[in-house]
């Protein structure tokens, strides 16, 4: 197997990691958004949305990854880190990333309302030597968020 076809199956099993997160975020009445934090093929850190239940607007999954992913490492510089995460992030997440200096960004499905890459074109508010690869699991990723919040506004969740 090349290089290329090995990254492509570990991004996917990976994200696939990140949407079980996200579909346990929506068990609990969450937004439906998983991250995942590897480093040396290890994963180090799992999160998901929990605003509703810390009653926190920042409790953002990649918020959360991050900072068990720097608790973990004892680091607060996640520059041998990859982010996995099922929906783009938005600019709060995207400054803790830059400021993280997480060196990989693993991107599902794009947000376009509030997207830092979709909404405010904003790539280069990333650490500069950030890679971010997106549309890894993107379907599978749009539909979690497209079923929670039908759920929601049949009166459902």
């Known amino acids: 197997m090349n290089e290329t076809l090995l990254e492509i199956s570990t991004d996917e099993f990976y994200m ?3 949407l079980k997160l996200a579909r346990r975020a929506m068990e609990e009445g969450e937004v439906p958004i998983g991250a995942l934090l590897v480093c040396n093929n290890q994963m180090i850190a799992k999160a998901y949305n929990q605003t509703e239940k810390l009653t926190d607007t920042t409790a953002h999954a990649e918020i959360i990854g991050i900072t068990s992913a720097s608790e973990y490492l004892g680091a ?3 520059n041998q880190c990859t982010m996995y995460v099922t929906l783009e992030p938005c600019m709060m997440c995207a400054g803790a990333i830059k400021w ?3 060196s990989r960004l693993v991107i599902g499905a794009m947000d376009e309302k509030e997207g830092f890459i979709s909404k405010y074109d904003a790539v280069g508010v990333l650490h500069p030597k950030t890679l971010v690869t997106h549309g890894i699991l993107a379907n599978e990723s749009a539909q979690l968020l497209r ?3 039908m759920s929601k506004r049949n009166g459902k969740g």
Do not use: M
């Open 147 to 149: 079923e929670f919040f």
């Open 76 to 78: 607060k510089f996640l």
């Open 16 to 18: 696939r990691e990140a």
């Open 100 to 102: 993280s200096r997480i």
